[in-house]
């Protein structure tokens, strides 16, 4: 079988544990991802709500949420990507935009980068810090800064540049057995990754993360002629990959962050392509694409705001509905996690009593 390999990508999945579920909710979807061997997921640190007021001053109330989370994961046995991103405090945004209403409220865009990156690496700091001894050892340095949806002052790789060296400056410091992800560049962006690189970034992280959510089948590769290479297909990937050996980089790995389609209807595929799609997808990464480490489904559950809408693409990326129900992507990632499960314990079992 094709995820019998060693080096094959590891499940996860984006969950939202940090974005106001409750606590029995974080149970009901933990214990699904330890019955489906899923060992990563990718979860947002909310900076906006952990220091809403200033620089080194936490709310303990979301400080003990965040605790939850993670220790609810780790026990059992799964893995936390924290993502340090599009969560930026009022006091810190460089929104030129920003204001209070008549109420005091804030009113700003919360993905608009920081005025200053230094008050963004001190939040990371602490962040490896805190939630290092708790287990979690890998760092998402923000989210899709190609697209000005995440950067709203327009996509600039050497801004970023200019906020990811002192970010994963701090981790490492605060953790020095962190691994530090470069942001989740939408649709493998190779040409922003090149600029980042350009920038003098490449030192900074330990391995480059990418978003992929292929518009045509996964095995298909053709060459778009409207300037976009290969962007929106899964093998754009490879141009990633390219930029990074071309910039001596061939030793560090690739973790795929987000992955996904949506079963929105119509327009979109039905809940049976989709579990297809994503069930030839990481067999298809672990047979072809054996640098890409860790390959993160969006989403583990439906956005559960949106009530299962049919209609809302951005709503029904879940391996899981809102009622926790499985949809068939959930029996794909599992099987594809059993199989990797049982391999690895193959795999450990003959290093000790060598093989049959």
């Known amino acids: 079988m094709a995820a019998s390999r060693a080096d094959a990508a590891q499940p996860g999945a984006s969950i939202d544990f940090t974005w106001g579920v409750s606590r029995s909710d974080i149970d009901r979807e933990t214990a699904l991802l330890r019955a489906a061997h899923v060992?990563?997921?990718?979860?947002?640190?909310?900076?906006?709500?952990?220091?809403?007021?200033?620089?080194?001053?936490l709310d303990a109330r979301w400080v003990s949420d965040v605790d939850y989370a993670v220790e609810r994961l780790r026990d059992a046995g799964v893995n936390v990507i924290?993502?340090?991103?599009?969560?930026?405090?009022?006091?810190a945004s460089a929104d030129p935009s920003k204001r209070r209403d008549a109420s005091g409220a804030p009113r700003y865009e919360t993905r608009y980068r920081p005025a200053r990156f230094t008050d963004y690496s001190s939040f990371a700091?602490?962040?490896?810090?805190?939630?290092?001894?708790?287990?979690?050892?890998?760092?998402?340095?923000?989210?899709?800064?190609?697209?000005?949806g995440f950067w709203p002052s327009g996509p600039?790789?050497?801004?970023?540049?200019r906020m990811l060296v002192p970010a994963a400056a701090a981790v490492h410091r605060h953790d020095p057995s962190a691994t530090v992800l470069s942001a989740g560049l939408a649709q493998s962006d190779a040409r922003f990754l090149r600029g980042v690189y350009a920038a003098g970034a490449g030192h900074s992280f330990d391995a480059v993360a990418a978003h992929s959510y292929p518009a045509v089948d996964p095995r298909e590769c053709r060459l778009r002629g409207d300037g976009r290479g290969y962007r929106d297909q899964l093998c754009g990937l490879r141009d990633v990959r390219r930029v990074m050996e071309e910039n001596g980089d061939r030793a560090k790995p690739v973790w795929l962050t987000e992955?996904?389609?949506?079963?929105?209807q119509p327009g979109e595929v039905d809940e049976a392509a989709q579990a297809r799609l994503l069930g030839t997808t990481l067999r298809l990464l672990a047979s072809e694409y054996p640098w890409v480490t860790v390959a993160s489904v969006f989403n583990l559950r439906n956005d559960y705001w949106m009530h299962d809408a049919p209609a809302s693409i951005e709503g029904n990326f879940g391996l899981l509905r809102t009622d926790f129900t499985p949809k068939p992507a959930y029996e794909a990632v599992k099987g594809y996690a059993a199989e990797r499960w049982l391999s690895d314990a193959w795999l450990s079992l003959t290093s000790i009593v060598g093989p049959a």
């Open 156 to 161: 600039d790789p050497r801004e970023y540049a």
């Open 39 to 57: 060992p990563w997921v990718r979860m947002t640190i909310p900076w906006d709500l952990l220091e809403p007021n200033q620089s080194g001053q």
């Open 259 to 264: 992955l996904g389609w949506s079963s929105a």
């Open 125 to 148: 700091g602490w962040a490896a810090a805190h939630l290092g001894v708790r287990g979690v050892h890998v760092f998402e340095i923000w989210n899709e800064p190609n697209l000005r």
């Open 82 to 91: 924290g993502t340090l991103a599009d969560r930026v405090p009022f006091w």
